[in-house]
């Protein structure tokens, strides 16, 4: 593994952003964590620098102002995140090797496709959506910078074409054009070397996913980690549960 790995994950102040954060700085990669609420993302990043290297900036990712204030928190910070014998001013510093597309809104059981209030699911779409695409567009000059980048979108199997049956009109809808992110993203970038994938993480104990759900954050967070350090270069553009490909 390439050594001083940098990753930045979206909503990691809890869940599977969380769950996310830690282990990729269990694996000593320096983690950028954000929360869209400063105070939560605080209280976050004292429990997460006990497992390695994390910094922290607020970040909301449907307002640009917010976004391109942590592309230059990253890409400023990051000139020193590399032990002092290992620093200079060349090639490696200012560099993103890892984005996770984690922070996501609303799984609206209360409507249908029939009946959906469209000013919420517009606003679905921008967090769920377009912030992803938005991100990626900001930190591609940072992602460019690694021998290996790798962005994972984390998506849903309500987001697969076979799962749309009219419910949760607003997040199957979202997760559904957030995999035509990703495709679009691994097929303009498959030159560079950066692979896209998205992962569905399952059904989680998170606030979303509610208390009966069956799987552990930390569960749900295994396979968007295992995408974040593939190393095989043609795994991009792929939808993965459980590390297994599955049907868009």
Request: proline content about 2%; charged content about 20%; aromatic content about 6%.
């Amino acid at each position: 593994m390439e050594k001083n790995k940098v990753a930045l994950v979206t909503g990691a102040n809890r869940g599977i952003g969380f769950a996310v954060a830690k282990e990729l700085l269990k694996k000593d990669i320096t983690v950028i964590a954000t929360s869209r609420k400063e105070s939560d993302g605080r209280k976050a990043l004292e429990k997460l620098s006990t497992y390695g290297n994390a910094l922290y900036h607020q970040l909301d990712v449907t307002d640009t102002q917010s976004i391109d204030a942590c592309y230059a928190f990253a890409k400023s910070s990051l000139q020193d995140s590399r032990p002092k014998g290992e620093r200079s001013g060349k090639a490696e510093f200012g560099k993103l090797d890892i984005l996770i597309n984690n922070a996501g809104i609303n799984y609206d059981t209360h409507q249908n496709i029939e009946n959906a209030d469209l000013d919420e699911v517009l606003t679905t779409l921008k967090t769920n959506t377009l912030a992803p695409l938005q991100m990626i567009q900001t930190f591609l000059p940072l992602l460019r910078n690694s021998q290996a980048a790798r962005i994972v979108n984390v998506s849903s199997g309500s987001g697969a074409l076979s799962s749309q049956d009219g419910t949760t009109p607003g997040y199957s809808l979202s997760k559904l054009g957030l995999n035509g992110v990703t495709l679009a993203f691994a097929n303009q970038l498959k030159s560079d070397g950066i692979l896209v994938n998205s992962v569905c993480p399952g059904w989680v104990r998170t606030d979303m996913g509610g208390s009966n759900a069956s799987r552990s954050p930390e569960k749900g967070a295994e396979t968007i980690v295992r995408a974040a350090l593939l190393e095989d270069n043609s795994m991009t553009g792929k939808f993965f549960r459980d590390m297994n490909e599955i049907a868009w």
